[in-house]
């Protein structure tokens, strides 16, 4: 069976919603696509060699039985890390190549080194997303990354507080870059962070950044043990009218045109020689639509709730 891509944005009035394997880290395929469908998402992202569940009998099995469930692929995610020569292993690791890859960056890449890794995974006919992520670069460091190679940016929201966060208008400059976002709720305490259930305020910068333009998806990635309660407060608070308003008149919001890069991803860094092309899963959303009503029941019943585990006190312990 040939994979799909994920639902376009541009045939929905929201971002298309789900989960991130990481969520139910054990669940089989099927349980997995079951599971967000159940909760009134539309897909997933995975994460490859982490040992889910929907993995377990290999990569392509577990897509093709995922997309016969019913859910869409969003995007998928390994562990490389663009700027480190050692853990950029394109052609050495199978990666399917029809949908968008989430990677790591270090915190200070070589310009030189990065433009030859993108043009590596150009070849290959991968399109990776920077995630924000601890130990890498911070805000103003990715607004230059994709500022100067065009390549997509992941924001995990744990993870942009962990490199510094963002002010308005670093979002709005690093807006048009941005692709997906991933939530979840996190507490912190002296014993270290636990994942907690996701609250409305934990979304006021993703709210903003669709007040900007639309997303490729959004997914809950969360070890709190309510991935059904943690769906319908997304839902929710995206089709609340704080999050319908973009940002007004007295907030400078960047142009549509400046937005075109969430269309027309670049799939070789610039200044590599490679001619940029439209990306295959970003097909060029109307941006003028009705943004964002509910589209999760928010009285859907909660299930599928592991055990809420204690993670430990160094940086980046509470997502991956």
Excluded at 277 to 301: F, V, W
Aim: charged content about 20%.
């Amino acid at each position: 069976m040939t994979g799909t891509r994920a639902t376009p944005s541009s045939s929905l009035r929201h971002p298309p919603l789900g989960y991130s394997s990481g969520t139910l880290p054990g669940a089989g395929p099927e349980e997995l696509a079951r599971a967000v469908l159940g909760a009134g998402g539309t897909g997933v992202d995975l994460r490859i060699g982490k040992g889910h569940g929907w993995e377990r009998d290999g990569v392509r099995p577990g897509i093709d039985r995922i997309l016969r469930t019913g859910a869409d692929v969003f995007f998928v995610g390994v562990g490389w890390h663009l700027g480190d020569p050692a853990r950029w292993p394109v052609g050495e690791e199978a990666v399917p190549a029809e949908y968008p890859v989430k990677v790591f960056c270090v915190q200070r890449p070589d310009p030189a080194l990065v433009t030859e890794q993108l043009a590596a995974a150009a070849e290959a006919g991968l399109r990776p997303w920077v995630e924000t992520h601890a130990g890498g670069p911070d805000t103003a460091g990715l607004i230059d990354l994709a500022d100067r190679t065009g390549v997509g940016v992941l924001v995990d929201l744990l993870g942009l507080a962990e490199i510094g966060g963002a002010d308005r208008a670093q979002l709005r400059a690093l807006a048009p870059f941005v692709r997906a976002a991933q939530v979840k709720g996190v507490l912190r305490t002296p014993q270290g962070t636990r994942h907690r259930p996701l609250a409305p305020h934990d979304l006021s910068d993703l709210s903003y950044l669709l007040g900007l333009g639309p997303l490729h998806a959004v997914t809950v990635e969360s070890r709190a043990g309510t991935p059904d309660a943690d769906l319908a407060v997304l839902a929710a608070e995206l089709a609340s009218p704080a999050a319908e308003r973009a940002p007004g008149a007295t907030e400078s919001a960047s142009p549509a045109a400046e937005r075109a890069p969430r269309s027309t991803e670049s799939a070789s860094p610039a200044g590599s020689g490679t001619p940029r092309r439209a990306a295959p899963a970003d097909t060029g959303p109307d941006t003028t639509r009705p943004p964002l009503p509910g589209a999760i029941r928010p009285g859907t019943p909660s299930g599928r709730q592991p055990a809420a585990p204690t993670y430990p006190t160094e940086p980046g312990a509470a997502h991956s």
